[in-house]
């Protein structure tokens, strides 16, 4: 039985079930099947939404509506807000960027496919399984393009959102059914209309859903923006701007989406305004929040100050997030900066640190501090704000980005303030993988290289002037502080006194009659303590050694060994634990077993220093050959350091003051030439003519026709990038000889060059064809002098890795040759890739009448099928030109001819086409075979390939790869063509190149 109550809700139910319009669709059919048959047993049975013609009463309306709605609108509506929570979470806005303008990216939701899809799937289920005529069905499909949507599908979402927008537009029942949606809504009015009105009672707005149709041509504006088609996306929204339709509850929808189209194409100003208006369509405080803080990035951009601080105000006081917190407090400071009210940005940094200080923001101590030092920066107070980046970097435990912009600030105030020891240390400790240094690593690398030399120099001439200080001391002195500083360090490393170098107590003899004897043999024990316990202090430190390893005498070394362990790489984990036994126990990085400091050379190699009084006593220069031997790495140094300032950093003030100091210290040094033409270059760099003209004459009148007065005469000497083009010409010429073989002209015209103009004008092809002949007659040493002078002064040219490879192979020549003397090997043939023969083709019998050439039918042994023809090459039929034959379709040679090369490089070109083909076709046998037409053009040929077709591909390959194979090679010195064997040998007997090209330029549309 129904309890009166039951019945009542019952009534009231079926009631208002009665009151909304039906908006039935005769005109929409539904195939859900396509051309495909249902199963035999399925073939009589009707879907529910294909029985739409079906009486809709109030009991079956009932029913479909709260299925549809609980058991599958309910649950997909559910996934589809998971997948953007999810999205959302994952997304890391950077708050010191412009934000994206949806606190989510599609890319992280179309990731989410699977999710997505279940989502289609039971809208698509909720729809075919129940009544077409349900309230449901047009929310159904709204699901559906939205997944779509989500899913970067755009295609299909506007589908199904044009799908929407057609199909379910309200009709009466006598409306005509070929309407046209979009139409003028009233006869003669002119106004026209794309939404439909909505008229629901309460309890429709109560109960269910409002129709989507008018929501879909929101997310269909969407859809045509992220698509990049604005100008179907501004059409849409001029006419629902204007559309009297348009349901008030989606004008903050149609703002958003205005908003989001100015924002798509950076027209930021107009963004702002509308996204004002779209406030209060965020669906969480923190989303509004988050538009809070984005409205006022675009405001501070269109420099409209009043509203950008309005609203980092208004972010700061509603958001959730305690970094957006900062960045919107931050950000409102620099508001006040512009406004010229520096005691407003003060504050600001006062706010920020007493937010430091709370445990709520314990976490975000290295942004709070970061922040501090930006708005330090912007007083400025430079000494505070070093101060702030510190301590960022200190409290940072794994903020990546933040640690790299700190450090990244700290490097670039040290560099501007000349500190480049401390600079290099900042650079050094950023971590270049972090992509938000992917614009900037490239300078910064090149930067830290700079001041890793420069710092190397600036450290030896330090270290010896400390060394020259102890020397200067008085004997006791020095050893008293010797013996100090070797008892601190060995302290620090938990090491046992230097008993060998402390040297003896001295004796004292006192005169104290009262004094009681010493008793010789009286136990050393004071007492219990274990610390007076000689055998338990022992084995305390020995396992607390070993447990974990050597520690500096600091305060919290455990939380601070802690902290770094965090933002240690896994490499650097792995190489500390690696060979212990107790995963605890980390060796210290920077001393070996024996607890030696061990520091890296200019090499790189790690060398110890040994901390002990007579390791450090030997360094001490106090004898008269030592001290000039200290003085001469100090000149060195300076003298190698003033030219890294003048070329590298081109800080020609800091230039200056080091040549003057090397002047000062050593003035009869043996670089005053170079010295004076430096000087002479960085005054000319600052303005400063009188001075230059000063070092000038001093260069030219004291030490005329040395390599500095040359390079005054001819300034272009001065800078190494600039070319002169009568030098050039002059090194073009030795190049020409030395690849011609004129080694002994060659050698002696660079030896004049050089001694005018230095190393400036020499070229990577120079000095590697140098060093090819050196290797020729076994000068090794002379060959790798050239070969690093190639790696020091082209470290971009491609000859760069393969001096290195030949300087490394060079270091282990007689080793290889005498394994390769007494190897032997027989290699099965099948295993032999490349195979090259110096022999020459021998010469064949031709004909002298060039009319009845009949060229010989040879079987070729070797022809390269491997090398598929290529169809887009057009071979001409046969042809006959003079003495020369073309038939495209017999086997064909591949042939580099070289103009005037010795024979040395020939070979160097053989081997480079090896590694080539060896690399590029590993999987073919080309073979290699030397010929020539005359005693200046000799040939290299390649294998026979099958027919033109085949060798045309090959030769495309090889003449692209050439110029890097062979970059040391002019290119004026060879080229390619094809060739086959018969004409090979007319060439060889009538030398007419030229004709022979001719030939095949006529038939291959002038490709050679």
């Known amino acids: 039985m129904l309890t009166p109550k039951l019945k009542l809700i019952l009534f009231f139910f079926f009631f208002f079930s009665f009151t909304g319009e039906l908006f039935a669709q005769p005109t929409w059919t539904l195939d859900p099947f396509g051309k495909e048959k249902k199963p035999a047993q399925y073939e009589e049975k009707l879907l529910a939404s294909e029985k739409t013609d079906k009486k809709l009463t109030t009991f079956r309306k009932v029913i479909q509506n709260n299925v549809t709605h609980y058991n599958y609108y309910f649950n997909a509506n559910n996934k589809l807000n998971g997948v953007l929570e999810r999205a959302k979470l994952s997304q890391k806005d950077d708050y010191a960027q412009l934000l994206s303008f949806y606190p989510y990216s599609l890319d992280n939701t179309a990731q989410q496919k699977t999710e997505l899809d279940s989502v289609i799937y039971k809208s698509t289920a909720g729809i075919l399984l129940h009544d077409l005529r349900t309230d449901w069905v047009d929310n159904m499909y709204l699901l559906i393009g939205k997944a779509y949507y989500f899913r970067k599908q755009f295609d299909s979402a506007a589908l199904t959102f044009q799908f929407i927008n057609y199909n379910l537009f309200p009709r009466k029942k006598n409306e005509d059914d070929a309407r046209i949606v979009g139409t003028n809504n009233e006869t003669g009015t002119g106004a026209l209309s794309i939404a439909n009105k909505e008229k629901r009672n309460i309890v429709q707005k109560v109960l269910t859903l409002p129709p989507s149709r008018n929501d879909a041509l929101i997310w269909l504006t969407r859809t045509f923006i992220d698509q990049q088609e604005y100008g179907d996306a501004a059409g849409l929204i001029n006419i629902l701007q204007h559309d009297q339709n348009l349901p008030q509850r989606l004008k903050n929808d149609l703002e958003e989406v205005t908003a989001y189209w100015f924002f798509s194409q950076n027209n930021l100003d107009s963004?702002?305004?509308?996204?004002?208006?779209?406030?209060?369509?965020?669906?969480?405080?923190?989303?509004?929040?988050?538009?809070?803080?984005?409205?006022?990035?675009?405001?501070?951009?269109?420099?409209?100050?009043?509203?950008?601080?309005?609203?980092?105000?208004?972010?700061?006081?509603?958001?959730?997030?305690?970094?957006?917190?900062?960045?919107?407090?931050?950000?409102?400071?620099?508001?006040?900066?512009?406004?010229?009210?520096?005691?407003?940005?003060?504050?600001?940094?006062?706010?920020?640190?007493?937010?430091a200080r709370k445990d709520k923001y314990e976490n975000y101590r290295d942004i709070i501090y970061y922040s501090t030092g930006q708005l330090s920066m912007q007083l400025p107070d430079t000494a505070n704000a070093i101060v702030s980046y510190k301590k960022s970097t200190f409290y940072n435990t794994g903020n990546v980005p933040y640690k790299n912009r700190s450090f990244l600030q700290l490097a670039d105030i040290a560099y501007e303030r000349k500190q480049y020891v401390d600079a290099h240390s900042y650079y050094d400790s950023l971590d270049l993988t972090d992509k938000s240094l992917e614009d900037k690593a490239a300078d910064i690398t090149d930067r830290k290289e700079s001041l890793a030399r420069i710092v190397e120099k600036i450290n030896e001439v330090s270290r010896q002037d400390s060394l020259q200080a102890l020397a200067a001391m008085s004997p006791s002195d020095r050893d008293a502080l010797i013996k100090k500083m070797v008892r601190k360090y060995r302290k620090s490393q938990g090491l046992k006194e230097d008993e060998n170098g402390m040297g003896s107590l001295p004796i004292t003899f006192t005169n104290d009659k009262n004094a009681t004897p010493t008793d010789l043999f009286e136990s050393s024990s004071k007492g219990d303590w274990y610390f007076y316990n000689s055998s338990a202090k022992s084995k305390g430190f020995t396992d607390f050694k070993r447990r974990w390893g050597k520690r500096t005498n600091v305060d919290n070394w455990q939380r601070k060994t802690a902290a770094e362990a965090v933002v240690t790489t896994p490499n650097d984990i792995t190489a500390g634990i690696s060979n212990n036994d107790d995963p605890d126990k980390v060796p210290a990085k920077d001393t070996d077993a024996n607890g030696n400091a061990l520091v890296k050379t200019s090499t790189g190699a790690a060398q110890v220093v040994e901390y002990s009084y007579d390791a450090l006593m030997a360094d001490i220069p106090l004898t008269p050959e030592q001290m000039d031997s200290s003085n001469r790495v100090i000149a060195d140094n300076l003298f190698a350091l003033a030219k890294l300032f003048q070329n590298e950093l081109l800080d020609y003030g800091e230039a200056i003051n080091t040549y003057n100091e090397y002047l000062r210290r050593f003035p009869i040094g043996g670089n005053e030439a170079e010295i004076y033409l430096g000087l002479y270059y960085c005054y000319s760099k600052i303005g400063d003519a009188t001075r230059a003209t000063y070092y000038k004459n001093q260069v030219t009148t004291k030490y005329a026709g040395s390599t500095a007065a040359n390079k005054i005469l001819n300034p272009s000497l001065l800078d190494p990038n600039k070319k002169n083009p009568e030098v050039t010409a002059r090194y073009e010429a030795i190049y020409n000889m030395f690849i011609e073989g004129k080694f002994t002209e060659a050698t002696e015209a660079k030896k004049k060059a050089d001694s005018v103009y230095g190393s400036n004008y020499w070229s990577p092809q120079l000095l590697y064809i140098d060093a090819v002949h050196h290797i020729r007659d076994r000068n090794d040493s002379a060959a790798i002098v050239a070969l690093n002078d190639l790696q020091q002064l082209y470290p971009a040219s491609p000859l760069k890795e393969k001096a290195a490879t030949m300087v490394e192979v060079l270091g282990r020549r007689a080793e290889i040759e005498k394994y390769l003397t007494d190897l032997n090997v027989t290699r099965a043939e099948e295993d032999k890739m490349i195979f090259v023969d110096d022999k020459p083709v021998a010469n064949k019998p031709v004909d002298s009448k060039p009319v009845t050439v009949v060229p010989k039918v040879v079987v070729q042994p070797n022809i390269q099928p491997g090398i598929l023809k290529d169809s887009s090459i057009k071979v001409a039929p046969r042809f006959v030109k003079g003495s020369f034959t073309l038939d495209p379709n017999k086997p064909q040679y591949v042939v580099m001819i070289l103009d005037k090369v010795d024979g040395v490089y020939i070979n160097e070109a053989k081997n480079a086409i090896n590694r080539f083909n060896h690399e590029s076709y590993y999987t073919q046998n080309i073979v290699i075979t030397r010929d020539a037409i005359d005693g200046e053009k000799t040939l290299l040929l390649f294998s026979p390939f099958e027919d033109a077709a085949a060798a045309i591909k090959y030769y495309d390959k090889i003449k692209k790869a050439a110029p890097s194979e062979m970059s040391w090679l002019p290119p004026n010195k060879y080229s390619f063509l094809i060739i086959s064997d018969d004409n090979l040998q007319v060439l060889k007997t009538n030398k007419d190149l030229p004709g022979y090209k001719a030939l095949l330029n006529s038939n291959f549309d002038n490709k050679f």
């Open 271 to 355: 963004s702002a305004i509308h996204l004002q208006r779209a406030l209060t369509n965020a669906d969480t405080k923190q989303d509004k929040s988050r538009w809070e803080f984005l409205l006022a990035q675009l405001y501070e951009i269109n420099g409209d100050f009043d509203n950008a601080s309005k609203y980092y105000s208004k972010a700061a006081n509603h958001t959730t997030d305690p970094v957006m917190d900062i960045f919107a407090r931050l950000n409102d400071a620099k508001m006040m900066r512009n406004s010229g009210n520096l005691k407003e940005t003060q504050s600001s940094i006062n706010t920020l640190l007493k937010m």
